[in-house]
């Protein structure tokens, strides 16, 4: 089904179709629709009911959409009563079509189940219905991050897993018929992260006819030109980067370049500042507020309470720890298998040095910037500049450490000291995964095979992006494939 061609943009062999038809959403529009969830709620007269589940469900979500797919059951004045205490309820007309031939239509099945989508303007939808328990949606939005997930998942109900209760839109996010009951697409299924939780609506009922969604297990069946290959579904991998207030400007240099790159690969990018005020971590779209102060000697405390968060909050299978005056290029990350390590970085430091003072000019309490730090010899850990990924495991181990145990002036260190704790030892490794400083560069090519790549500054952050997009571009064109090399299953 080339699954994974119709998601990528490194596959120069596919072409997004645009215009109407069964989808009736041109498929680049996706990206255009704010973070947030829309309920959408198919009318069907029942005042009362919904002005129940209105005033319980109204504050759990972004907008709630009433779709009328029966325009004689539409009473104007009760919903303008409505909408002048719930201000994000809004009704939509979706009941006839223009055929070619100029007669008007009533929609039904796929076509009027994409119509009611494109009526979405939150990236993440949820369906309800008179019968939805208000209580259990509020506690699936807040467990789940509806409101603010960026990734592309399907949230079934854990007792039914067929049952479709919530999805991301996504390029790919349309309806078709199958055997008389509506699915989501085979292509756009297959790169989705299925999320259990339960049901916060019984079965959807009435015209939308959703009896089940079949979401199929790994390994995903990917053709090309020449074979056909069996890859197994990646885990969920989330990117943390360690930021802080006053580098705002970074972050959104990061959202305006590689950061698209992440959200076409399933990957979440949050950037962890410290706000000390706050009593205990919060998300808040993409951003993680931790309870620690907001500054360099804190560091080694903002990665503690950071993968603490990150491991109750965000559920990853891997984290990878990086640096806001880094660039990463997302193409070149996904050749590496980082799923077989619980530990790995590009540089490691073997111990060579046993005291640092790369703390004395970005300290904020000054009286530290003359001390040295001595390390034990024997302590090897990968290097924090470069990045490193922990494992759901490696990430526990950090959390369940005592923080008084875990800090450092070093963080980086400090991570390789529990992890070697536990018999994780940061070794040298002949990887696809690598890391080049800016001052070692003398071309444009010499980027080529870097994942990670230090800026010097957020003009820098554009011109590397446009640099190495276009390196991966020239590689695609010379071997007319896509670069990424995944091992058969069952090879080694």
């Known amino acids: 089904m080339e ?4 998601r990528w943009r490194f596959f120069p062999e596919y072409r997004f179709r645009m215009g109407l038809g069964s989808r009736l959403r041109a498929l680049g529009e996706a990206e255009d629709l704010k973070p947030g969830l829309s309920a959408l709620y198919l009318w069907d007269g029942n005042e009362e009911a919904f002005s129940r589940l209105a005033e319980k469900v109204s504050s759990s979500v972004d907008e709630l959409v009433v779709v009328v797919h029966n325009s004689s059951l539409f009473r104007h004045s009760f919903f303008v009563g409505l909408q002048s205490t719930h201000f994000n309820i809004r009704t939509s007309v979706v009941e006839m079509t223009v055929k070619s031939d100029g007669a008007l239509r009533k929609l039904k099945g796929a076509l009027f189940m994409n119509r009611v989508l494109s009526e979405a303007r939150h990236r993440n939808v949820v369906l309800l219905d008179s019968e939805t328990d208000a209580a259990r949606l509020a506690e699936v939005v807040r467990d789940k991050r509806l409101r603010s997930r960026t990734d592309d998942f399907l949230l079934l109900d854990e007792a039914q897993p067929g049952d479709l209760q919530a999805f991301s839109i996504g390029k ?31 079965r959807t009922s009435l015209a939308w006819d959703i009896d089940e969604v079949r979401l199929a297990d790994a390994p995903i069946l990917l053709r090309d030109h020449k074979k056909t290959t069996h890859i197994k579904r990646r885990g969920k991998l989330a990117v943390l980067v360690v930021s802080c207030k006053k580098n705002r400007h970074k972050q959104q240099a990061i959202r305006d370049t590689w950061a698209k790159d992440t959200r076409l690969a399933n990957i979440d990018v949050y950037f962890i500042e410290g706000h000390p005020e706050q009593s ?13 102060p907001d500054t360099y000697e804190y560091l080694s405390h903002k990665i503690w309470h950071g993968v603490s968060a990150a491991s109750r909050i965000v559920d990853a299978d891997h984290y990878f720890k990086l640096d806001d005056d880094c660039l990463l290029n997302v193409q070149k990350l996904l050749e590496f298998a980082y799923e077989q390590f619980d530990y790995i970085g590009s540089d490691v430091n073997l111990g060579s040095r046993t005291a640092f003072d790369w703390h004395s000019t970005a300290v904020f ?26 494992s759901r495991k490696a990430a526990n181990l950090i959390a369940s450490t005592p923080l ?57 952050t554009f011109e590397l992006y446009e640099i190495i997009s276009k390196l991966n571009q020239q590689t695609l064109d010379a071997k007319n494939r896509w670069r990424f090399e995944f091992l058969q299953e069952g090879s080694k």
């Open 3 to 6: 699954a994974l061609a119709r």
């Open 172 to 202: 790919q996010t349309y309806f078709v018929e199958v055997d008389g009951k509506l699915h989501l697409s085979a292509e756009d299924i297959a790169g989705r992260h299925p999320l259990h939780a339960p049901a916060p609506t019984p």
């Open 280 to 292: 205990e971590a919060l998300l808040v779209e993409d951003r993680l507020i931790l309870p620690v």
């Open 365 to 390: 309490n000054k009286q530290l910037a003359g001390l040295i730090f001595e390390i034990d010899p024997e302590q090897t850990w990968y290097d924090g500049q470069g990045g490193y990924f922990l």
């Open 404 to 460: 008084p145990k875990y800090q450092h002036i070093l963080e980086d260190y400090a991570t390789g000291r529990v992890m070697s704790a536990n018999g994780m030892e940061a070794t040298s490794l002949n990887s696809k995964f690598l890391s080049i400083r800016e001052i070692y560069i003398k071309q444009d090519r010499d980027y080529e095979s870097a994942v990670i790549s230090d800026v010097s500054s957020v003009e820098r």
